[in-house]
């Protein structure tokens, strides 16, 4: 089975530049979360949707960020305009509703000069 | 608010020992869980237990096993046979059983195997 799938792996750009990072959940999954992993900050929820609707985003930093989830099987976090300080390992996970286990994806490593 | 800890930040253990890292939390609900999960050098968060609040049984897989003292809020993870893919991060995490869905994690524990 595939598990979540994100892209890129890494990315590298430029402070005020645009970033899209992408994920696509485990087939059948109808929970999605966006966390980010920061050396200072340690693992945090930044959005989580159910059935493709953002539920909470109280954790989205500024409105520089945005998530989208147009269909069951794709999800994307933007960043603009991109920061140094955004510069983290950004995880997608999924789950078969909001109560059972969530199955987190590779990361995307995130890097901003 | 929930918080975890983690009071360990690295610990290490000869191959083939046991070893337990620690976790505590804070919260004021009854129903919840609790997780610990592995990140590998490749960065994978894996899943590696969870144990759910209302059960009293110590939630077991494989080598891995726990201690949940709910009246204690403390929620331990021990590895026996230690093996060298071992080698990871490893993050408690409380969710909510109902309500707000996120996980909220521990600082970390850094494990190493020492052959």
């Known amino acids: 089975d595939a598990g979540v799938i994100q892209s890129p792996r890494h990315e590298v750009t430029e402070m005020g530049q645009e970033v899209t990072l992408r994920c696509k959940p485990i087939s059948g999954h109808n929970s999605l979360f966006w966390y980010r992993q920061t050396m200072m900050r340690g693992l945090e929820l930044l959005i989580y949707?159910?059935?493709?609707?953002?539920?909470?985003d109280s954790g989205m930093p500024e409105d520089r960020f945005s998530a989208k989830m147009p269909n069951a099987s794709f999800s994307t976090l933007k960043i603009q305009p991109s920061e140094p300080r955004d510069s983290a390992v950004y995880f997608c996970?999924?789950?078969?509703?909001?109560?059972?286990?969530?199955?987190f994806g590779p990361g995307t490593r995130l890097t901003v000069t | 608010a929930q918080t975890v800890t983690q009071s360990q930040p690295e610990m290490s253990v000869q191959e083939a020992e046991t070893v337990t890292l620690s976790c505590t939390y804070d919260?004021?609900?009854?129903?919840?869980?609790l997780f610990w999960y592995k990140q590998p050098p490749s960065r994978q968060m894996i899943l590696v237990i969870r144990?759910?609040?209302?059960?009293?049984q110590n939630a077991t897989e494989n080598r891995f096993s726990v201690n949940f003292q709910k009246a204690a809020k403390s929620f331990s993870l021990k590895i026996s046979d230690s093996q060298l893919g071992d080698a990871a991060m490893y993050f408690c995490?409380?969710?909510?059983?109902?309500?707000?869905?996120?996980?909220?994690f521990g600082q970390g524990t850094r494990l190493t195997i020492n052959p």
């Open positions: 144990q759910e609040a209302y059960k009293q």
């Open positions: 919260t004021s609900e009854s129903d919840y869980y």
């Open positions: 949707f159910n059935n493709n609707v953002p539920i909470d």
């Open positions: 996970a999924s789950s078969v509703d909001l109560v059972y286990e969530q199955y």
């Open positions: 995490a409380y969710r909510k059983f109902q309500g707000a869905q996120k996980l909220v």
